[in-house]
């Protein structure tokens, strides 16, 4: 995400529920939200401003492996029913203008950038069949589009919600990880958002009757979205993969359950597990 100066957000629980729906407002923005839980859709009916022009994130799967759906709508109210037919997602995310100025050409243009983006995170299973064609929008509505999407990412990103986040691993301050297993080898960036897998990494094929499914499924996916590709005795990572978890990323990579911790090492053989306690007493 791009720099940006202190914001206050705020979150108003519209039925008191912390778990229920809400309404999100950021400070000196146009912009606002509601997140809706599945099982709470009849607080759309009830929102005069859910029956405007927006953009709208259908949300679901597992922290290990989320899911998302981009879609845009003139009314969000008669378009939500229509993806009751979708199982995966267990939140919606609507985001819309306080002002109306929302045009249809400008959530088209929101949604195709938010696809092209989660397309390039590779954070998340993405249920969008095509890729929308966007609108052309002049050069003084697109910087305007550009500021908006800023701070729907700002937004989602402190609902939890990094699906659209692309990994940025320029920072040569950050030290390589590795797993060496099986005359493989798997490269990675530990992140304050976990572990970053990169491209060229090598991951075992074979995998071992007691993979969680979990695993297994991710493993699949990855493969048929290209995201892995077949080199014969092994698969390669074609672009980065982002893991919240050490030990999900070491069990993609080796096709087992796996230990993160003990498993990622640097270049000297220290494992994370040492570098992280050994840095702690330092503390």
Avoid at 78 to 92: A, E, L
Wanted: one cysteine or more; a negative charge.
């Amino acid at each position: 995400m791009e720099n940006i100066s202190p914001k206050t957000i705020k979150l108003f629980l519209l039925d008191g529920d912390p778990t229920g729906a809400k309404k999100v407002q950021l400070s000196n923005w146009s912009g606002m939200a509601f997140v809706i839980p599945r099982n709470k859709l009849e607080v759309v009916n009830k929102r005069e401003e859910l029956g405007r022009q927006c953009l709208y994130f259908l949300i679901g799967g597992t922290s290990v492996s989320p899911e998302v759906y981009v879609g845009e709508a003139e009314n969000f109210q008669k378009r939500i029913p229509q993806h009751q037919s979708k199982d995966f997602w267990n939140i919606c995310v609507v985001f819309l203008a306080k002002d109306e100025n929302l045009s249809k050409a400008h959530v088209r243009f929101l949604e195709a950038t938010f696809v092209d983006d989660c397309k390039k995170a590779n954070r998340a299973k993405l249920h969008n069949g095509n890729s929308p064609e966007g609108s052309k929008l002049s050069e003084e509505d697109e910087s305007d589009m550009n500021e908006f999407k800023q701070n729907i990412k700002l937004v989602l990103s402190t609902l939890g919600y990094t699906f659209h986040e692309i990994a940025s691993v320029s920072d040569k301050t950050y030290e390589k990880y590795f797993i060496k297993a099986k005359g493989l080898e798997a490269k990675g960036i530990y992140t304050a958002e976990g572990m970053i897998v990169l491209e060229g990494s090598q991951v075992a094929k074979e995998e071992t009757p007691s993979i969680h499914e979990y695993l297994h499924n991710l493993r699949s996916e990855k493969l048929q979205e290209q995201v892995i590709s077949d080199k014969g005795d092994y698969f390669e990572v074609q672009q980065k993969i982002t893991f919240s978890s050490l030990s999900t990323a070491a069990g993609f990579v080796m096709g087992r359950t796996a230990n993160g911790w003990n498993e990622w090492k640097n270049a000297e053989g220290k494992t994370i597990d040492e570098i992280e306690r050994k840095s702690l007493e330092k503390k």
